[in-house]
Every structure is written in C-alpha cells, then in structure tokens.
Nanobody, 122 residues
C-alpha cells in the first residue's frame, strides 16, 4: 500500500491546515495510522496516531490543537491542525502500523508516505 500525504503549505501563526494521507489500498488492513513530523535539524518525532477502533493519541506538544481522524471508506487519514505556531513548521509524514501498542516508536510503523511541508510564518 502506498501512502500519499498532501495538504501542506504556508500558513500564518494561529492559522489552520488539514493534512490528508491517501492510501492506494485499504487502510483498514492496518491497525494504526499515524503522523510524524521532522523539523529542520531535528529528528523525526511522533505527532499523533489513530487505531482501527478510533482510539487516538497525541504528542503533548499538539494535544488540544491537532485532531487525527481516519475514513476507511475513502482510505484516507487526516490531521486537522489548529492554532499553528512556528514550532509546528516541519515536513509531515503519514505512516501505517500493524500494531496497537508502542505507537510513538518509528519502528512500529512499516509503511511510510512521502512528506508534505508545513511552514508557519508571518
């Protein structure tokens, strides 16, 4: 299954963006879908994950501002991002995992999409 992330762009601080991750196959085959991000000069970090039972988890840095969701009928995962700040500037990646635990760990994901750039700047 190939994953294609889109929706990135330039947004002002305080603004919103919604990222999409479209899969070439059924995302229902994956127990968990997640989003990661990598800022310039930093390691890739986990942002959010959602299981096939719609259990969601978020990194503390985005909790209350970001919302992850999945639409199995459209084979798409979304990341709604509100109240964006400059620290959210990064390349955002979607990923798929066969696991239901340890989901903050990159090694738990075996299918990655290409990234989409999000830049928060005035």
């Amino acid at each position: 299954v190939q994953l294609q992330a889109s929706g990135g762009g330039l947004v002002q601080p305080g603004g919103s963006l919604t990222l999409s991750c479209a899969a070439s196959g059924f995302i229902s085959r994956f127990n968990t879908m997640g989003w990661y991000r990598q800022a310039p000069g930093k390691q890739r970090e986990w942002v959010a994950s959602i299981t096939n039972l719609d259990n969601t988890n978020y990194a503390d840095s985005v909790k209350g501002r970001f919302t992850i969701s999945r639409d199995n009928a459209k084979n798409t995962v979304y990341l709604q991002m509100n109240s964006l700040n400059r620290e959210d500037t990064a390349v955002y990646y979607c990923a798929a995992s066969p696991f239901l635990t340890g989901l903050t760990l990159q090694g738990r994901y075996n299918n990655w999409g290409q990234g989409t750039q999000v830049t928060v700047s005035s």
